[in-house]
């Protein structure tokens, strides 16, 4: 079973500053079912990134994601105030069937 | 547009059993697999259940197999999870999700809570 690894648990940002967040999978997994969520409190979670690196419909340019293998990397360029939330990073994976989520990184305003 | 409202919550004792609901319009909710995903309180994320398009194909996250039971009736664009022998862990907003490209969870509904406590 792949377990994701967030990390900082923690992000203590000033809005304007670059936020760079980090998923490590316990083994190798298939960049095409990494996926990115964002949720603020009281919300349902909302789609960021799917494929690793392939922004959803809507989301503005300032998210991105990277990484291969073991690493993935979500980056928010420039801090928003709406940017203050926790995100998770997701896997899909086929042996067993089913998705895993990381624990979550909470970005707050410094 | 897409929408996907849940139904069904509320609490529950300890060992009892519970229906949830989800409503699906504005997509060929047919041709969609789909899945329940939860939260416990102030905790992160974690998948249930997904079905296949025709309701063969059902998987279970290992905590909840044997408990509930995933299904889906495409000509009334619904989703539901019938869950039994409820345990206090099982406590939890749960949201019906919608998978889409590359496995992603690209909509979601509001969530409705659970919560089994005597």
């Known amino acids: 079973e792949i377990v994701l690894t967030q990390s900082p648990g923690t992000l203590s940002l000033s809005p304007g500053e670059r936020a760079t967040l980090s998923c490590r999978a316990s083994?190798?997994?298939?960049?095409?079912?990494l996926a990115w969520y964002q949720q603020k409190p009281g919300q349902a979670p909302r789609l960021l990134i799917y494929?690793?690196?392939s922004r959803a419909t809507g989301i503005p340019d300032r998210f991105s994601g990277s990484g291969s293998g073991t690493d993935f990397t979500l980056t928010i360029s420039r801090l928003e105030p709406e940017d203050f939330a926790v995100y998770y990073c997701?896997?899909?994976?086929?042996?067993?069937?089913?998705?895993?989520f990381g624990q979550g990184t909470k970005v707050e305003i410094k | 547009e897409v929408q996907l409202v849940e139904s069904g919550g509320g609490l529950v004792q300890p060992g009892g059993s519970l229906r949830l609901s989800c409503a699906a319009s504005?997509?060929?909710?047919?041709?969609?697999?789909m899945s329940w995903v939860r939260q416990a309180p102030g905790k992160g994320l974690e998948w249930v259940a997904n079905?296949?398009?025709?309701?063969?194909?059902?998987n279970y996250v290992d905590s909840v197999k044997g408990r509930f039971t995933i299904s889906r009736d495409n000509a009334k664009n619904s989703l539901h999870l019938q869950m039994n022998s409820l345990r206090a862990e099982d406590t939890a907003v749960y949201y019906c999700?919608?998978?889409?490209?590359?496995?992603?969870?690209?909509?979601w509904g509001q969530g409705t809570l659970v919560t089994v406590s005597s």
């Open positions: 999700a919608r998978a889409a490209v590359l496995a992603s969870f690209d909509h």
């Open positions: 504005g997509f060929t909710f047919s041709t969609f697999w």
């Open positions: 079905i296949n398009q025709d309701g063969r194909e059902k």
């Open positions: 083994q190798r997994v298939s960049s095409s079912y």
């Open positions: 494929g690793a690196s």
């Open positions: 997701q896997h899909y994976g086929n042996s067993p069937p089913g998705w895993t």
